[in-house]
């Protein structure tokens, strides 16, 4: 059935995921770039900026004592210069006199080289805990020395800072992306909707729940339903001309061959003429048969194709049945069909046709008594079956029971078509004649789609 649609690389939904996920990648992965770089900058300007004022403030706080030697008049404002190892280092140095270091410092000493003049000068050096971006400038004593007032970061406070920023701007845009993410798919599912909506519309159609394709439709798709809508009709259309010409060819048929009929009988009946006459006959009944057959089978199909059929159970039997008891009076039909009503994706003029030819056959065979029983098999389905008390058939029969002129009793007069019609009924309906033959007799089911 699917064969003569190509499916074009995947599903709708599926493309609609890739595209959002790229886009959401593309522009997390920007914003995420673009402020890891401006944040490295910004903090990495603070910190210079911060090392500046400090290196100032040392400056000012240096005094030199009587005896030449350095001392701070009061402690640098930030604490943490006076945490050992802190990352946050002072010196000062004056020839010749001890070197004063902040109380951080419990070992090792910063490079003075880095303050040679008195303006404000700054490298990366080695300092007491690895790294350090360290600022210095000189002054001059009252008695014209220089004293070397240098600071220094460890490079690691600020790496740390940036890697920490960094840390949780991913954690944060990976949550913004998953939530964009999950935002993306319930977009596409809730515009993709319509289209599901659609396929329902159009399962129904096909499973024979509604005659035209239902609800209403944002404008994209709106054009599609209304010609679907307008392709079913004229489908239907079709098939109702279909039958109709079906039933009229019989009828134009039925005179012409009557009359030749009747002229075949006469002519068997003239002396010489005889065999020509029974030829005519055998001939005329064949194409009566043919004409029958073909009828029924282009009637079974083209109603099977219709959308829209259904056929409603009860109610379609009690007709049937009623013919065939004045058909067959010596034989007791009896009919199992639930009372409440059952209704099948069939044909109903398929469906009456398949009954009365299975019922027919098995009120020629019976003995006395003929079942229909219509039964759930499931949710979905429904056994029909017709059963008799006659002879049955043997395996080989039942084999060949639905070719074309098949008969195996020649004492019950008929064409040989009835089951061969049958067939077709069901495979037009998506089913399939089903024998069981006992002792007790014979009994024909078929199972048919509940709606
Ligand atoms: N219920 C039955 N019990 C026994 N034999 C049957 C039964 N139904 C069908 N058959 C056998 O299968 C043959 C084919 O049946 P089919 O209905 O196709 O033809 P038919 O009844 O002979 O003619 P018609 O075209 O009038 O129906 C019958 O001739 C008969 O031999
Ligand atoms: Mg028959």
């Not at 039958?243 to 009988?265: C, F, K, W, Y």
Request: charged fraction near 25%; glycine fraction near 6%; aromatic fraction near 6%.
């Amino acid at each position: 059935m699917n064969a003569d649609v190509t499916t074009a690389s995947g599903s709708l939904r599926l493309r609609f995921i890739f595209a959002i996920t790229v886009w959401v990648a593309l522009g997390i992965g920007g914003i995420w770039f673009t402020a890891t770089r401006v944040f490295a900058t910004h903090i990495e300007e603070m910190y210079h900026e911060e090392l500046e004022v400090h290196v100032r403030e040392l400056a000012r706080l240096t005094q030199i004592d009587d005896s030449g030697a350095p001392r701070l008049s009061r402690p640098l404002s930030d604490p943490r210069y006076e945490v050992p190892l802190s990352g946050f280092y002072w010196q000062v140095s004056v020839p010749n006199q001890p070197v004063l270091k902040s109380a951080s410092m419990t070992r090792g000493s910063l490079d003075e080289s880095v303050a040679h003049s008195p303006n404000v000068a700054h490298e990366i050096e080695d300092g007491p805990t690895g790294p350090t971006i360290t600022y210095g400038m000189i002054m001059h004593t009252p008695e014209g020395d220089e004293v070397h007032v240098v600071i220094a970061t460890d490079q690691s406070e600020l790496d740390e800072d940036i890697a920490s920023f960094n840390r949780d701007l991913t954690a944060w845009l990976t949550s913004l992306a998953l939530l964009l993410l999950l935002t993306g798919a319930a977009i596409i599912s809730f515009g993709l909707r319509p289209l599901t909506r659609l396929g329902r519309a159009i399962a129904r159609v096909r499973n024979a729940r509604a005659e035209r394709l239902e609800g209403s439709y944002p404008s994209e798709i709106a054009p599609l339903v209304t010609d679907l809508n307008a392709y079913i009709r004229s489908n239907a259309d079709i098939v109702s001309r279909a039958r109709v010409q079906a039933g009229n060819l019989a009828h134009s048929l039925r005179t012409p061959l009557a009359v030749i009929t009747d002229e075949a009988e006469r002519l068997s009946e003239r002396e010489h003429c005889e065999d020509s006459g029974k030829v005519l006959l055998q001939q005329a009944e064949a194409m009566q048969n043919q004409i029958d057959y073909q009828l029924a089978r282009t009637r079974s199909a083209a109603g099977a194709r219709a959308p829209g059929n259904r056929a409603k159970l009860p109610e379609l039997v009690e007709p049937i049945l009623k013919a065939m008891r004045r058909l067959h009076p010596n034989t007791v039909f009896r009919s199992e069909v639930p009372r409440d009503p059952v209704v099948l994706a069939v044909d109903p003029i398929g469906l009456a046709e398949l009954l009365s030819i299975l019922l027919d056959n098995a009120g020629k065979w019976a003995r006395g008594e003929v079942r229909l029983a219509v039964a759930r098999v499931g949710e979905a389905e429904v056994r029909i079956t017709v059963s008799d008390d006659g002879p049955g058939m043997t395996e080989e029969q039942i084999a060949h029971a639905c070719d074309i002129g098949s008969r195996f009793d020649s004492m019950v007069p008929g064409s040989g078509l009835g089951l061969a019609i049958a067939r077709e009924i069901c495979a037009d309906n998506g089913s399939e004649l089903e024998f069981s033959s006992t002792s007790a007799g014979l009994s024909v089911s078929a199972v048919f789609k509940a709606v």
